[in-house]
């Protein structure tokens, strides 16, 4: 069976290997529909990583999106009391509007959602299935972690908030520190917190490495509870023989309407865009179940067909050619698939079909045919 | 090896130069010759030359792993990249200009002839002014002068082109000069190495 699913493309591979390592972490499947009420997801813009929702009227004449997320629905339906934990995965479609070529596009997701008494455990677990689905996807990966406790802190010691906020995060994000340092002078930020700044757009690095000099940047609570809470994870991690492939860069401050706390991003090395993306995200869950934590993450397939080809040389293992159809053709058909075998069964050898053996069946027999 | 997407013409020039003074030489790219892909093993370099506008989409993408785009070109395209170092090249402006006599009638949009659409809305767009875009490609300095707009949103180095043309400058808004970029998955894989070429470049520069 594994030489099969191994043999699949990878975005047909993935969902299946994804599904197992979630099942095997106590993660039940979560269907969605494809429909929704459109008020759902407006009443949660904010939540939401993207604008473009795609919206039509039903036949009773109600406006439903077509499912441009999954994780405010399964935070919706979670049934969990929130000191207990709920956990689900996902293989689902998306829709949503391109940002650059504004088409409507299907984006294919797997991923995972853990509602509730999000511990120190639980943290480390999610983490360690990022490191692992990132692995399924290929053994040349970084699964970077970040935290936003250390870029909101010194923001608020400034009291930068709204255009500057954005603004400066959008510096740290690019790691425009030139640019960065630039408009901090500029605008009278106070030179520790330049420093501070510069300091968070600089620090990455494997986590255990940058663990010292993140310490140098806890500030208050926050910053130390932060410092803890990333401290603990490198601890549960460093067992774990992927552990170099787990980095520490706060520049990475994706989406922060929405995550709350840790945010993880993946990468491998053939996709030029990252293929994991998620975090803690405590403020929807407060706002929907009233209460509890909550945190996930969403494996993006779409493209890993492109940077990640089926190297198979051939489309399948043996086409056995026959003139006339028997009982026998069909059994020894069956047996090579049983054997594992890709097997097709043709009157002539198909074109642009590229098979490792051709057997001609005559008489109740196979013999092997010259190319 | 590490791929670098250089901007073809005089800044891709000076920007290969600055590359070869810190070790990435590549002699064959001074070959008269129509290659557009030059590669020293030796050094660990693929140099691809590309259109200036064109490099921020080789890095986005991942066909090189770092680039040299202007601050134009980065903020008109928008994508997703580091921006790991000024390298204070190729420096100018991007600018408003519009006839020597030019007042504006508030009770209409502005019509905007320009090359960035999106740096130009961005623009008006953080005072609340209603534009209309006219999206050009080149010669953008005739729009005006024949009523196909009111100004236009431009880069300006010397000012000269706008002078020659009855035109001047009304606003200065946006610092331009060339950015190191990276893309983001190469970044993570080749961290020390980008990381180490970035201080070399930054000590010649300021060796200069």
Same mark, same amino acid.
């Given at each position: ?371 | ?47 691809? &030359? !590309?259109?200036? =506008? $064109? %490099?921020? +989409? ?86 005006? &002068? !024949?009523?196909? =707009? $009111? %100004?236009? +949103? ?55």
């Amino acid at each position: 069976m594994q030489k099969f699913i191994n043999s699949l493309p990878t975005e047909a591979r993935l969902p299946l290997e994804l599904s197992k390592l979630y099942e095997q972490f106590g993660y039940q499947k979560y269907c969605m529909s494809k429909f929704e009420e459109y008020g759902f997801y407006s009443d949660n813009r904010d939540f939401l990583s993207t604008d473009g929702i795609i919206a039509f009227n039903n036949s009773a004449g109600k406006l439903m999106a077509l499912k441009p997320d999954i994780t405010l629905s399964i935070v919706k339906n979670a049934r969990t009391l929130p000191h207990l934990k709920a956990r689900y995965y996902y293989n689902e479609n998306v829709y949503r509007i391109a940002e650059d070529t504004h088409d409507c596009k299907e984006i294919k997701q797997c991923g995972i959602e853990l509602l509730g008494d999000v511990d120190s455990v639980a943290t480390a677990e999610i983490v360690l299935l990022g490191l692992k689905s990132l692995e399924k996807i290929d053994s040349n990966f970084n699964l970077i972690i970040s935290h936003i406790a250390f870029v909101s802190s010194a923001l608020e010691d400034a009291g930068i908030k709204g255009e500057q906020r954005r603004k400066i995060l959008g510096f740290i994000k690019r790691k425009n520190q030139h640019d960065m340092m630039l408009w901090c002078k500029e605008n009278g930020i106070d030179k520790k917190i330049i420093d501070r700044l510069l300091k968070i757009s600089s620090i990455s690095g494997n986590l255990k490495e940058v663990l010292p000099a993140l310490k140098e940047l806890v500030t208050d609570n926050k910053t130390s509870a932060a410092y803890e809470e990333l401290e603990g994870i490198c601890k549960a991690i460093e067992g774990f023989e992927f552990f170099e492939k787990l980095r520490l860069d706060l520049s990475v401050l994706n989406h922060l309407d929405y995550y709350t706390g840790i945010l993880l991003q993946g990468y491998v090395e053939n996709s030029p865009s990252p293929v994991l993306s998620g975090g803690r995200y405590d403020s929807l869950a407060k706002k929907i179940r009233g209460d509890g934590g909550a945190f996930g993450f969403a494996v993006y397939l779409d493209g890993l067909n492109l940077h990640y080809p089926n190297k198979s040389e051939y489309d399948c293992d043996t086409v056995i050619l026959y003139d006339k159809s028997d009982s026998a053709l069909l059994k020894a058909a069956n047996e090579l698939c049983e054997a594992g075998k890709k097997v097709r069964l043709e009157h002539e050898m198909p074109e642009g079909i590229r098979a490792s053996r051709i057997l001609k069946y005559i008489n109740g027999s196979l013999t092997e045919v010259a190319e | 090896m590490i791929t670098v997407a250089l901007p073809k013409g005089r800044l891709g020039d000076k920007v290969y130069n600055l590359f070869a003074s810190i070790g990435y030489d590549c002699s064959e790219i001074y070959d008269d010759n129509r290659k557009l892909v030059f590669e020293n093993p030796e050094n660990g370099v693929r140099y691809l &030359l !590309v259109k200036p =506008s $064109d %490099v921020a +989409v080789y890095v986005y993408h991942g066909a090189a792993d770092i680039g040299i785009a202007g601050k134009d070109i980065l903020d008109e395209c928008g994508l997703s990249l580091y921006e790991l170092l000024d390298l204070k090249l190729g420096k100018c402006h991007m600018c408003v200009a519009a006839q020597n006599d030019y007042k504006e009638d508030p009770s209409r949009p502005i019509r905007v002839a320009t090359k960035f659409p999106n740096i130009a809305k961005k623009h008006y767009m953080s005072f609340n002014r209603e534009i209309e875009i006219i999206k050009l490609n080149g010669s953008i300095e005739i729009a005006p &002068l !024949v009523g196909l =707009s $009111d %100004v236009i +949103v431009d880069i300006v180095e010397t000012g000269t082109t706008l002078k020659e043309n009855n035109l001047k400058v009304f606003e200065k808004f946006l610092p331009i000069s060339a950015r190191l970029i990276a893309n983001r998955t190469s970044y993570t894989f080749h961290k020390d190495e980008i990381d180490s070429l970035c201080s070399r470049l930054q000590k010649a520069l300021e060796e200069k």
